[in-house]
């Protein structure tokens, strides 16, 4: 696929079905993310690989415990609904931003947005491969009963959940958008 062609037609899939991934096209995602951009050569991100149905089902309990301990009489419908969020696409991955603090030249938002570069190159190599792909967080990525499940430490941000897995969905008619919208000039005129 052309990279500009990729660039302007990757999209989402929200819907996502087996087969899981090929071990190479899970390399292939990985290797994409690693090429984020980086100052200092930080490597200021983690990625956590969830797949099988007993890592997602674990992750899946994890996304109900965080329920459970803000809402205790959580009926058991709901929570079973919150469970299977994680069982939505065969492959998760969690990118987490691994801050180093303390850093004088590469303050933590630098860090946080190379975790981000990172988990967009995963969209785009995932969509390279003609999987589907979908960044997403929830109402559970920022609670802290998630955070200690995946065993983040206190520097890490959970920038979101990738999940990954075959397109069952229908795409979207991209309307490209006018770019005098959001493209201005310097100074103005
Ligand atoms: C940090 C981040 C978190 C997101 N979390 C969610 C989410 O929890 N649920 C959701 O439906 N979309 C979420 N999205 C948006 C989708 O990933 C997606 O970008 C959006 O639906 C637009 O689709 P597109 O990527 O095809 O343009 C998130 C995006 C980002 C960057």
């Not at 991100?45 to 890592?55: F, K, V």
């Not at 981000?116 to 929830?138: K, N, S, Y």
């Not at 999940?163 to 103005?188: C, H, I, K, M, N």
């Amino acid at each position: 696929m052309n990279a500009l062609t990729l660039l302007f037609e990757r999209q989402s899939m929200g819907k996502l079905a087996w087969p899981e991934p090929t071990a190479a096209q899970i390399e292939t995602l990985y290797r994409a993310a690693l090429r984020a951009p980086d100052h200092g050569a930080l490597t200021p991100w983690r990625l956590i690989e969830i797949r099988g149905e007993n890592a997602l089902g674990q992750l899946g309990d994890l996304l109900a415990e965080a329920e459970r301990a803000d809402t205790p009489d959580v009926d058991a419908r709901r929570s079973e609904a919150t469970r299977a969020k994680a069982l939505r696409a065969p492959l998760v991955i969690a990118v987490v931003a691994a801050i180093k603090p303390g850093q004088p030249k590469i303050p933590n938002s630098e860090q946080l947005l190379s975790a981000g570069c990172a988990a967009h190159a995963i969209l785009l190599a995932a969509h390279a491969q003609h999987l589907g792909a979908m960044w997403r967080t929830g109402p559970y990525a920022y609670h802290s009963v998630v955070h200690k499940g995946l065993g983040l430490g206190e520097h890490d941000v959970l920038v979101g959940f990738v999940y990954v897995g075959q397109p069952a969905g229908r795409t979207r008619d991209l309307t490209p958008r006018p770019l005098e919208d959001f493209v201005e000039s310097w100074p103005s005129a």
